[in-house]
């Protein structure tokens, strides 16, 4: 059995998880199925694909369900729940972990307790693969051009509007730890109340107001880059529809079920005086997370990881190279470099 090609999906039936699932059959590896419902993993499992019931109680069958697995994918949330316990049996079992967790206290915690077992066990970590977190780091590591220090870089993140998942409400509900930023090359609290301005979106987008609220691309960029002040970004009206209850999930609006949000999200560095600023600009926050996601297993699995441990997106890989790949591989995601 080649382990090298198969990847247990974790939260496999959860919206991200159905993307993630399918990114990995387009690319040519074979999905493992898992999750807490039995039912749920039956329903889908419609090409015969292997699936697993696995609870998070038991870390024995916890590591019996990684044993033969190259790389363990989590998109089940909260990852305040289950991102050690499968972070812990995936390193255990000799195999790779990445998540798409937005949540700053998880990737702390991650990086705190993985990178020496890790290590040891020559596998990669790697939290917040996804939209929010990665992406940025990536856009960030490849405006820097090599450096790995920077006076200053902003990060604003533009929705045309939010259709929020089951999983994204109950995350923001018990996500209630204070959001860190980075002040004077050191994380520190976000000031309360948030700073606000307006920033001027590339189109489809363009001029709208924003607050700083920061994600887990801060806690990535500070593993791996010396920065001295970082603000993160999101425009308010998505905010909006996010804190109302009456919000619908995503609405499938293609062949592939991906929804007819638009996104941006544009990182900006300084180093002296010399600013350059990436973008990338698409569609579906949720269903851009898979490609994401799955571009970093696919590193992994082929040997093209940059380190073992616990590393930031740019840190394990090549961050332009990961950026070429989406944009190869994502149907209307489009790189800007300015």
């Given amino acids: 059995m080649n382990t090298t090609e198969r990847v247990l999906v974790y939260g496999a039936t959860g919206h991200t998880g159905r993307f993630v699932v399918e990114e990995l059959l387009r690319r040519g590896l074979t999905p493992v199925l898992a999750g807490r419902s039995a039912a749920r993993l039956a329903a889908a ?6 699936h697993r019931v696995v609870g998070l109680e038991d ?9 033969d697995v ?9 990852f305040l729940d289950t991102a050690l316990p499968l972070a812990h049996a995936a390193v255990q079992a000799g195999a790779h972990y ?18 020496v077992p890790a290590r040891e066990a020559g596998v990669t970590v790697v939290p917040a693969m996804a939209f929010y977190g990665g992406l940025a780091d990536l856009l960030a590591t490849t405006a820097l051009a090599g450096h790995t220090q920077a006076d200053e870089i902003q990060v604003a993140i533009g929705l045309d509007r939010w259709w929020p998942t089951a999983g994204t409400r109950e995350t923001g509900a018990r996500n209630t730890a204070t959001r860190m930023v980075i002040r004077d090359g050191a994380l520190a609290a976000l000031p309360s109340p948030a700073p606000t301005g307006t920033w001027s979106y590339p189109e489809p987008l363009g001029e709208l107001e924003v607050v700083e609220l920061p994600f887990s691309e801060v806690i990535t960029i500070h593993r791996h880059l ?13 905010l909006e529809d996010l804190h109302d209850s009456a919000t619908p999930p995503p609405t499938a609006t293609d062949e ?4 007819a949000q638009q996104f ?3 990182v900006v560095v300084r180093r002296g005086s010399d600013t350059r600023r990436l973008s990338a ?58």
């Fill in 45 to 50: 499992s419609d090409r015969r694909l292997d």
């Fill in 59 to 67: 870390a024995d069958l916890l590591r019996e369900a990684v044993a």
């Fill in 70 to 78: 190259g790389a363990v994918i989590n998109c089940a949330g909260p």
């Fill in 98 to 115: 990445l998540d798409v967790t937005a949540e700053q206290p998880v990737v702390q915690q991650l990086y705190r307790d993985l990178d």
């Fill in 226 to 238: 010396d920065v001295g002040e970082l603000r993160s970004y999101l425009n308010t009206a998505p």
């Fill in 256 to 259: 592939v079920g991906r929804s």
């Fill in 264 to 266: 941006v999200v544009e």
């Fill in 281 to 338: 600009v698409g569609r579906d926050i949720y269903a851009v997370t898979a490609p994401i996601v799955v571009e970093g297993a696919v590193r992994l699995l082929d040997g093209r990881s940059q380190r073992t441990g616990a590393a930031a997106p740019g840190q394990a890989f090549d961050a332009g190279d990961v950026l070429a790949g989406l944009e190869m591989n994502v149907d209307d995601l489009v790189i800007h470099r300015h």
